[in-house]
């Protein structure tokens, strides 16, 4: 099994582009979430989903959207990319909220806006 | 290199000795927890968990202990190896919630 699977692992846009951080899993994990890792800062939760159809904000959730129209895929997209942006993403996905294991990671997506 | 550790506690361990990594969580209804460890360039992995319900729990060389009166968890890991060198964190879940908070993080180095 590939696990979480994310594309790409680096990228540099420019202030004021879009783009999108493409997430899949193939594990039937019915929830779904974007982190970001600042430095000091911990992980903290961008967007989730609790299934297809079914997204939700977390703690940072502004200039980012996300859809989840199948259970595999979560992509997350940068609407007009901003310098705080700049971060490492990381994907995660679950079999349920609560279930033994938690998360299982994606090996993270390096942004850097210029 | 990674640079989200730049500003993390350190805790520096020789090899072969015992590590405690220490961990306050915020919320008193939070009924899951769990340990992930993040090696370099890599995402988190999970470590351990333990439910509200239990104080302690032990896996392979690990074990956690949740004491919630004053809202901590720790991570013993035994026999410390150059393999554990990393950056560790502890989540919480609060119930009926479907999100989990990170701690920041604590870097631990084995010295050989």
């Known amino acids: 099994n590939a696990g979480v699977t994310q594309t790409p692992k680096f990228q540099v846009l420019k202030t004021g582009q879009s783009m999108t951080l493409q997430c899949a899993q193939d594990?039937?994990?019915?929830?779904m979430s974007w982190y970001r890792q600042d430095p000091g800062m911990g992980l903290r939760l961008i967007h989730y989903?609790?299934?297809?159809?079914?997204?939700d904000q977390g703690e940072v959730p502004n200039g980012y959207n996300v859809s989840r129209s199948t259970t595999e895929d979560f992509p997350l997209r940068l609407l007009s990319a901003a310098p705080s942006q700049t971060s490492v993403y990381f994907c995660?996905?679950?079999?349920?909220?609560?279930?033994?294991?938690?998360?299982?990671f994606g090996s993270g997506t390096r942004l850097t806006v210029v | 290199g990674e640079s989200v550790g730049l500003h993390l506690p350190t805790l520096s361990v020789q090899e072969g000795d015992n590590s405690i990594i220490n961990c306050a969580y915020s919320?008193?209804?939070?009924?899951?927890f769990i340990w992930y460890k993040q090696e370099s360039g890599k995402g988190p992995q999970f470590i351990i968990d333990i439910r509200s319900n239990m104080d302690k729990r032990q896996g392979q060389r690990v074990t956690v202990l949740l004491n919630k009166t004053v809202k901590h968890i720790s991570l013993q890991i035994a026999a410390t190896q150059p393999g554990d060198s990393a950056v560790y964190f502890c989540?919480?879940?609060?119930?009926?919630?479907?999100?989990?908070?990170f701690g920041t993080g604590t870097r631990l180095k084995v010295l050989a």
């Open positions: 989903s609790v299934g297809a159809g079914i997204t």
């Open positions: 919320n008193s209804a939070s009924d899951y």
């Open positions: 594990m039937n994990h019915e929830y």
């Open positions: 989540a919480e879940k609060t119930s009926g919630t479907y999100k989990y908070i």
């Open positions: 995660a996905s679950s079999y349920s909220t609560g279930a033994s294991g938690g998360y299982t």
